[in-house]
């Protein structure tokens, strides 16, 4: 039996953040509430009421307020060193990955199309269900040639 989402995620987070200027962040997804003011009041079944509650985008957010479906559960970049005109300069590559557990995870069609666009921009994107697919993502990541 394979280890929970959760376990083999903070595993993988560990593993390609460990990988020499890699910094990764936990993007939680979704939406919350958030009191306007006020202090909240939790009702006997367990209810809480927020006075002048608001809707708040948890992770990478639209202009609209909306939460971006599919992004990726680790986000952050990879700083590389580019080459030939700019030597010496260093630049902060973008860095998406969803990730799954070891075995039966399934990926979203949202998921597979933010990484899509992760990687057609120039970034490092992909699914891992293993520290070591992740750490490859990462590691073995060549910027697509111009055209």
Known sequence: MSAPESTNQR???LAAA????TVLFRCN????????GGKPTRLADGTVLLPGGRPVALGLALASGDPVVGQSDL????SVTITPDMVGCRIAVFVGIECKRETGGRTSQD???FV????AAGGI???ANTPAVAQA???DWRPPKAA
């Open 29 to 36: 997804s979704g939406k919350a509430w958030l009191s306007g």
């Open 75 to 78: 986000i952050g970049w990879r």
């Open 11 to 13: 595993s993988i987070w």
């Open 116 to 119: 899509t666009q992760i990687t």
């Open 137 to 139: 993502l990462i590691r």
């Open 18 to 21: 460990a990988l020499a200027g």
């Open 125 to 127: 994107a992909g699914v």
């Open 111 to 113: 998921q597979r199309h």
